[in-house]
């Protein structure tokens, strides 16, 4: 069966070459996928992640690129000073797997295997954080004015004149120096993020588009449950509102004219060409006609 | 199996000849003239691709089969300006205060041109071109490029003259040819080839035969004895409603055709010829074809790098350059197919 049978173009690109693509990104552009403070910037051998890092392409330090993309201190809430504690985040283990399913390993929660023209992402989030001895963190406390509560007569609690809590920001500055770094100190953890899609055709006949739609997601392991439906629930509503959205393709917007005399537009659906872009066979598949 | 492959098949290449046909009918035709003394020429041009198709066989070649170029309209006006020659005005009352009556004064020959020949072979003469191409690609990777690592060897300007050196020889296998001539050919196609020192994906092009008529006589003939016998056709049956006159000229036209087709014989006889034996025939044909080749050979009609950049930047970070593997390239019966492994 010849590639075109059923169109004038076909394009097919497989599971590998995206997951080889993404590779290749954290191979040679580490800053996308690695993010820290100022000591993780400087040292990325204290970044949780190792193995990403152990990846990363030499010619990436031979040419001076930065490997980790230098984030802001973490600001502690309540406490008004310039010490900030330090961490990391790392997007590892990005992949994708084209129906069949054989790239992942899907959770239960996500009842495997894939289904039908449906694919999945896995994400692995690393995320990190310097955290200081508690001598370290007393000693480096504000020393702010004792608490000398008086009692009137009637014995109300008068309130002595200091500085008084209000509703501004819990974090009035942005820390600007780190808390000096504890290497025994550094907490790391892991979560598993799956991600079943799959592509829908929306909008009038006269108006078609090509959206993402999002199935169902998986952070696994997340202690207590409660927790991790919630975490699970900010994240779909995220991709839901915030991200998908933005990935609708008008396929009008596909369609090209040259010189008026030769259409390349998607081949449209019918019993023989039943998806497009089809998810099959390990590929995305996308078949195209030429009108003229 | 490939990890990307597209597949464009015969009838879009068909496809694609037919807009090419549509936009041509677009296009406005080129005129022009020019004067040489008391002579002088205008010529109004089109062009129309009136047949032909692409095939994808089975030997892995693209067939261009009998694409028809028509020149519609092809008008050519010769003209020649003569000397203007005055006639006339003599006086034939003289009084003393002058001419009273003079005879009538003509100027002969006062257009531009005086005379005017205009050839209108519109819609008659067609050329006619067939061959057969492959494409094969193959990877460069130059010498001079040593142990240097991807991103390293993007960055670096080839300096070598591995190139140059490899073109010189491939000239140098001409006969006869000094090596002054031998090294300006061959360094005139380096600019072409030559840029940095990463592997490099090539595509070569190479010419199976071609033929290539300025004029096709049998389509010539045949539009020749249609465009007469319309003319006949018009004046002997001008009382006769249209309709009547076009029914007539639609049961003539598949004569035309088959006569045009008897006398292609002889020129689909060489084309199979051509075809099987794998070279063109006529002097012209098989220079062009040894040319094509032998440039073909040397200077790829596409090139690019391997690792490919993907993602270049222009804040000081480095190009993501992606491996692209097993670049093949495949005609059959059904699809042009490029593929590759990417990563």
């Not at chain 1, 929660?109 to 508690?134: F, I, M, N, V, Y």
């Not at chain 1, 808390?179 to 892991?190: H, K, L, M, T």
């Amino acid at each position: 069966m010849a590639f075109t049978d059923h169109c004038d173009i076909f394009a097919g690109i497989h599971e590998k070459s995206f997951n080889n693509v993404v590779l290749q990104l954290q191979r040679q552009r580490p800053s996308l996928f690695n993010y820290g403070t100022t000591t993780f910037a400087n040292h990325p051998e204290l970044l949780c992640n190792q193995r990403i890092i152990r990846m990363v392409d030499p010619e990436v330090r031979a040419f001076g690129n930065p490997i980790v993309k230098e984030e802001p201190l973490l600001a502690i809430p309540g406490y008004d000073g310039p010490l900030g504690l330090e961490y990391c985040l790392q997007l590892a283990e990005l992949s994708i797997d084209f129906h069949p399913s054989n790239v992942h390993s899907l959770p239960v929660e996500l009842a495997p295997p894939l289904q039908s023209q449906h694919l999945s992402l896995k994400g692995r989030a690393c995320a990190g954080l310097d955290c200081p001895t508690q001598d370290l963190l007393i000693k480096l406390a504000p020393t702010e004015r004792p608490f000398y509560p008086s009692i009137s007569k009637g014995g109300f609690i008068k309130q002595p004149p200091r500085e008084q809590p209000n509703d501004g920001p819990v974090v009035k500055q942005t820390p600007t120096r780190p808390i000096p770094f504890n290497r025994e100190g550094i907490i790391c953890f892991c979560l598993d993020l799956f991600v079943v899609l799959h592509v829908e055709r929306e909008g009038g006949a006269g108006d078609p588009v090509i959206a993402l739609r999002l199935d169902n997601l998986e952070i696994v392991d997340i202690k207590p449950d409660g927790l991790e439906n919630a975490v699970e629930c900010f994240l779909r509503a995220m991709l839901i509102m915030g991200v998908l959205p933005k990935v609708k393709l008008a396929l009008d917007s596909l369609i090209l004219s040259v010189g008026n005399v030769l259409t390349i537009g998607p081949t449209p659906i019918s019993p023989l060409v039943p998806f497009n872009p089809a998810i099959e066979d390990d590929q995305i598949k996308a078949f195209i006609t030429l009108t003229v | 199996m490939a990890t990307v492959n597209v597949a464009v098949n015969e009838r879009a290449f068909n496809d694609v000849v037919m807009a090419v046909a549509k936009y041509l009918e677009s296009v406005p035709s080129f005129s022009g003239s020019g004067s040489f003394g008391p002579f002088s020429a205008s010529y109004s041009v089109g062009l129309k691709l009136t047949g032909g198709s692409i095939d994808l066989t089975n030997t892995g070649r693209v067939h261009f089969d009998e694409l028809h170029l028509t020149y519609d309209p092809l008008i050519l006006n010769l003209g020649i300006d003569l000397p203007t020659i005055p006639i006339g005005g003599e006086c034939i009352l003289p009084t003393p205060w002058g001419c009273s009556v003079r005879l009538p004064e003509i100027d002969l020959f006062d257009a531009n041109p005086d005379i005017s020949i205009p050839i209108n072979l519109s819609n008659t003469i067609v050329s006619e071109f067939s061959g057969e191409f492959t494409v094969s690609d193959s990877k460069q990777v130059l010498v001079a490029k040593g142990s240097l690592r991807p991103h390293a060897a993007h960055f670096s300007p080839d300096t070598s003259n591995e190139i140059r050196d490899r073109f010189r020889s491939t000239v140098g296998t001409i006969p006869f040819l000094p090596t002054s001539a031998v090294n300006g050919i061959a360094d005139a196609f380096v600019p072409f080839v030559k840029s940095n020192l990463a592997d490099k994906w090539q595509f070569f092009l190479h010419d199976v035969w071609h033929n290539l008529e300025l004029i096709s006589i049998s389509d010539t003939a045949a539009n020749i004895l249609r465009n007469l016998t319309d003319f006949i056709i018009d004046k002997i049956l001008a009382p006769v409603p249209s309709i009547v006159r076009g029914v007539v000229k639609a049961i003539l036209n598949p004569i035309f055709d088959a006569i045009a087709a008897v006398l292609d014989i002889p020129d689909d006889i060489l084309e199979w010829l051509s075809s099987q034996l794998q070279i063109s025939f006529g002097l012209f044909d098989l220079l062009a074809q040894l040319i094509i080749n032998f440039v073909g050979s040397m200077v790829p009609f596409y090139q690019f790098e391997d690792p490919f950049p993907m993602i270049e930047d222009s804040s000081g970070l480095l190009p993501v350059l992606v491996p692209v593997e097993n670049v093949s390239v495949v005609v059959n019966d059904d699809e042009f197919v490029m593929s590759a492994d990417i990563g």
